[in-house]
């Protein structure tokens, strides 16, 4: 079963420093990785969606990298801002898992000003 | 709304009671999903939905049942069977399986 790790639980950075955050996964027959944002108490917002084929995906202030061979994703966001506080969730489908997307547990971030 | 609308967003419940959470979407998309969020924890895949009519259980279905009569409505029933209901639950869409997932604003429910 497709296991989803997100380190660290938790960070805290300055205001305008860059923000690296980690996914892991073990099957690396994916079919896509999705990142999202959720704010305390509401529901998921997307973020970015990587297609297996993909090695990144951008959207603003955005990156998104993807390594299947090794089981990783990354997501950059540059020069973080307070509003970009939030807990940050990556999911996985495996192509033998339809339909079954499979979480991690999040990053919480803190951005200070 | 991003396209899809869950109420209530707070609601209580007696033990042995059974409770129906709404999922509405107004996108004709052809995929639905509910999950379960729980604190400090990923999200659990109840039950998914590919097209009206049909439904697949997902990783926690036990004390949990859905339908799928129209397109735009996925409901979900807390059963009594339910060991631990209380949670935040979360309904989604995606234009078919595998596609880019999209939430609602969840229903926070909480068992007296």
């Known amino acids: 079963k497709q296991e989803v790790t997100q380190i660290p639980a938790a960070l805290s950075v300055p205001e305008g420093e860059n923000l690296v955050l980690n996914c892991s996964f073990t099957d690396s027959a994916i079919y896509n990785l999705q990142w999202f944002r959720q704010d305390p108490g509401k529901g998921l917002t997307s973020l970015l969606l990587i297609q297996s084929s993909q090695r990144e995906q951008t959207s603003g202030r955005l990156n998104a990298s993807l390594d299947k061979s090794s089981g990783r994703s990354t997501l950059y966001i540059a020069a973080s801002q307070p509003g970009d506080s939030a807990t940050y969730l990556c999911a996985v ?5 339809w339909g079954k997307l499979q979480f991690g547990a999040g990053t919480q971030v803190v951005v200070t000003p | 709304d991003g396209g899809i609308t869950q109420s209530p967003k707070y609601l209580f419940r007696k033990e042995g009671q059974n409770v129906t959470l709404s ?23 109840i039950y998914y939905s590919q097209i009206v009519n049909d439904f697949q259980k997902g990783d926690i279905a036990e004390g949990y049942s859905v339908s799928r009569e129209k397109k735009e409505s996925f409901p979900l029933t807390v059963t009594s069977a339910q060991k631990n209901p209380t949670a935040f639950y979360l309904c ?21």
């Open chain 2, 92 to 112: 989604a869409r995606s234009m078919l399986v595998g596609g880019e997932l999209f939430f609602g604003e969840g229903s926070r429910l909480t068992v007296l």
């Open chain 1, 93 to 97: 489908l495996t192509t033998d898992s």
């Open chain 2, 23 to 45: 999922c509405e979407q107004n996108l004709n998309h052809d995929a639905m999903y509910w999950y379960r969020q729980d604190p400090g924890q990923g999200l659990r895949l």
